[in-house]
Nanobody
Framework: QVQLVDSGGRLVQAGGSLRLSCAASGRTFGNYAMAWFRQAPGKEREFVAAVSGSGVNTLYADFVKGRFTISRDNVQKTVSLQMNSLKPEDTAVYYC????????????????WGQGTQGTVAS
C-alpha cells in the first residue's frame, strides 16, 4: 500500500527557514514524480514545486522561485522542500504528492497525498 508521511512543519518568524520532508513507502519510488502543494486558510490548494523521478528536473510556482528548493533521495525514499526567506503569506498546510512518471501540477493529477504538515510564518 502506498503511503506518504509529511513532517517538518512548525512556527517560524518571517525571514526564517523551514525544511519539510516526506517519506514514501510501498512501491518503486523512482518511478514517481513528486511534488509539494499547499493550502492556506480559506484558499484553494495550490501547486508549489515538483521534482522528476530521477531528481534532475524541477519545476516551481512563480511565487516561490529563488526561495524554495525541492529535492529527493531515491535511496531513502524521501522528498524535501527547503523553504527560505519565508513570508507570512507562506503560512499553509503543506502536502506531499505524487504522480507516476509526470509532474503533478494540479490536484486532479495527483494520485496520492501525504497527510499534510502545518507551516506557520509569524510577522
Amino acid at each position: 500500500q502506498v503511503q506518504l508521511v509529511d513532517s517538518g512543519g512548525r512556527l517560524v518568524q518571517a525571514g526564517g527557514s523551514l525544511r519539510l520532508s516526506c517519506a514514501a513507502s510501498g512501491r518503486t519510488f523512482g518511478n514517481y514524480a513528486m511534488a509539494w502543494f499547499r493550502q492556506a486558510p480559506g484558499k484553494e490548494r495550490e501547486f508549489v514545486a515538483a521534482v522528476s523521478g530521477s531528481g534532475v528536473n524541477t519545476l516551481y510556482a512563480d511565487f516561490v522561485k529563488g526561495r524554495f528548493t525541492i529535492s529527493r533521495d531515491n535511496v531513502q525514499k524521501t522528498v524535501s522542500l527547503q523553504m527560505n526567506s519565508l513570508k507570512p503569506e507562506d503560512t499553509a498546510v503543506y502536502y506531499c504528492a505524487e504522480r507516476l512518471f509526470v509532474y503533478p501540477t494540479t490536484e486532479g493529477e495527483v494520485t496520492d497525498w501525504g497527510q499534510g504538515t502545518q507551516g506557520t510564518v509569524a510577522s
